[in-house]
Each structure stands twice: as structure tokens, then as C-alpha cells.
DNA sequence: ACCCTCACCTGCACGC
DNA sequence: TGCGTGCAGGTGAGGG
């Protein structure tokens, strides 16, 4: 599920449900899941610890503990936060599970097992590999208008490839980079450097606004851990893409077909109409 | 230093 | 019904 705007509702859900809870104890039924700890060092590191804060770094979630541990977790393709009560039984692919004072259970569920979870020192959080190298967040400051200029004036690489390196520019996945380009009225295709100064400005405002519609839009209030399902993306959101998965669809704009190539392994939806080369 | 390809997994929709 | 194929929202290792 999750490009930023989602994992930022999981940060959110996280804090309303599981902030300040106890974790009495844990199981993890799938070691690479916490690779390179052991289960026996995880499990033991984590009893009796206390959920101080959880913050998002990027696509990571920053589960911070009371015994200056963070639990950092990347649910990469297909991975869930749920909170099950008592009689609750365990769903499948459920990898962790985090057993809380109050008998509920925190329990990470990852169908395709993309997911991982780093147990570390608080202070060493930005030495982490993956998240050292992130560019800033889409809404400070630092990602200004002349970053952008200046990342983009670097690269060869087309756009949709770009948008999508996180190290590059932060929070965009294969869905929002695709809304983003089509609201900017960019090309997918076209070469980084290649992009003028006017466009640059309109692409580095449509990745806000795509962000920031999804961050703020109608789902977040309703987006709960004791109700797993709704957490997805499209319908469950209420949203509807204006390109993403709309292939031979028209247009909202301007009525053409919507095209979709594959594109290093990846589907890039634009139209052809809108987003001239 | 950069950029590309592939690998990591399960499950679903599709066509034969 | 069953089986093969392609596809799915993310990243990182390895190689050119």
C-alpha cells in the first residue's frame, strides 16, 4: 500500500492507538523479517519496553521506545499495522506480533514479506542504511524550488525513473509519481536536465499538492488499526486516480486515451494528449 | 558516481 | 478445473 501520504495515515493510527502502551512481550515467526537480529536478541530487547513516540522518516515509521531503542519499519509493498483485541484471531501473514499490557496485540502482517523491521540505537537512526541517504521531506523547506533545479539539472534519467528515487526526491511512489506528472503536464519520458525552468516550477508544486491531498484528504480520520480494511488505496480512499490504472480510459481533461508502458519493470500511466514530449 | 537489471515473495486476474 | 503468464503500491545488491 504505502507512499508516503499512507504511511504517514499508519504513523497517525499508529500514535492514536499504540502511543504510550507497554510492550510485555513479542514473536516473530519470520527471522528475515529482523535481520541481522536474532529473535531471541529482539524479543529481548523489546520486553518490557514502552512506546514513546512514533514518527515517519520518509516511508520509514519510527517507532521510539523508552529505553532509547527505535523500531524502524519499512512495509515496502504489502505491509500492515493491525491491532486486535483479545478474542481477535491472528490473520494470516502475520510475522510479529507485539503482545501490549492491556492484552491488546500489535501484530505486523506482510503478505508478500517485503517488509523489514531495524531495532536500534535512537541516536544511530540516520546512519541507517536506506535512511541516511533520503532527500529531504516534500513539505520542509530544504526541498525548495532550487533543489529541485539543481537535482534534476544532474541527472540523465528520465523523470519517472527520477521521482521515484527516494535519495532524489522523497515520498513519491509509482502512483503519485504518475498523478504528479500528469497534474504538472510532463512528459514521463522525458530526460531530467531536459526540463525548463517553468516546468520544473509546475512539477515541483504538482508533488506537494498530489502529496498533500492525499496526506489531508477525507481518509485520515477514518483510517483505524482495529479496521484493517481500510487501509488501501483507490476506492477505500474515496479517491480516484486521474491516470494510475486507467489504461485506454479517457482523459478527465481532455478526453484521449490514457497510455501505459512498462517502464524498468514498472507501469507508467500518463496521457498523451497532456503530457506531450 | 551513476544507472540499469534483477531479486525478493504471495496472490490475483486473465486466457487457453 | 487447471495451468501458465503477467502484474501488483518498494527497495537494495550487484554489475556494467
Same mark, same amino acid.
Request: a positive charge.
Given at each position: 500500500m504505502p507512499e508516503l501520504p499512507e504511511v504517514e495515515h499508519v504513523v497517525r493510527a499508529l500514535r492514536?492507538?499504540?502511543?504510550? =502502551? %507497554? $510492550?510485555?512481550?513479542?514473536?516473530?515467526?519470520l527471522p528475515k523479517l529482523i535481520s541481522p537480529l536474532s529473535t531471541a536478541v529482539f524479543n529481548r530487547k523489546l520486553k518490557n519496553a514502552r512506546i514513546t513516540a512514533v514518527n515517519r522518516r520518509g516511508k520509514y515509521i519510527l517507532i521510539e521506545l523508552d529505553n532509547r531503542l527505535t523500531l524502524a519499519v519499512h512495509l515496502r509493498m504489502t505491509g500492515q499495522f493491525l491491532v486486535l483485541k483479545p478474542d481477535d484471531e491472528l490473520p494470516r501473514h502475520a510475522h510479529a506480533v507485539f503482545y501490549l499490557e492491556d492484552e491488546r496485540r500489535l501484530v505486523f502482517r506482510d503478505q508478500r514479506q517485503f517488509g523489514v523491521m531495524k531495532l536500534?540505537?535512537? =541516536? %544511530? $537512526?540516520?546512519?541507517?542504511?536506506?535512511?541516511?541517504?533520503?532527500?529531504?521531506?516534500p513539505f520542509s523547506d530544504e526541498f525548495s524550488l532550487a533543489y529541485l533545479k539543481e537535482t534534476l539539472a544532474k541527472s540523465r534519467r528520465t523523470l519517472k525513473t527520477l521521482l521515484l528515487d527516494q535519495t532524489r526526491v522523497l515520498g513519491l511512489g509509482n502512483i503519485y509519481a504518475a498523478e504528479?506528472?500528469?497534474r504538472a503536464r510532463i512528459n514521463p519520458f522525458k530526460i531530467a536536465s531536459e526540463l525548463s525552468t517553468k516546468r520544473?516550477?509546475?512539477?515541483?508544486?504538482a508533488i506537494r499538492d498530489v502529496l498533500r491531498a492525499a496526506v489531508s484528504g477525507n481518509s485520515s480520520s477514518r483510517i483505524s488499526l482495529e479496521n484493517a480494511e481500510g487501509f488501501s488505496y483507490g476506492e477505500a480512499f474515496g479517491r480516484i486516480w486521474q491516470v494510475y490504472e486507467r489504461e485506454g480510459e479517457p482523459c478527465f481533461k481532455c478526453g484521449a486515451r490514457i497510455r501505459r508502458l512498462t517502464h524498468g519493470g514498472r507501469s507508467t500511466y500518463w496521457c498523451p494528449t497532456c503530457q506531450r514530449r
Open positions: 492514536r492507538s499504540v502511543n504510550g =502502551s %507497554r $510492550i510485555v512481550a513479542s514473536e516473530v515467526t536500534l540505537a535512537s =541516536s %544511530r $537512526i540516520n546512519t541507517l542504511k536506506g535512511i541516511s541517504e533520503l532527500a529531504p521531506e504528479a506528472l500528469f520544473v516550477t509546475r512539477l515541483h508544486q
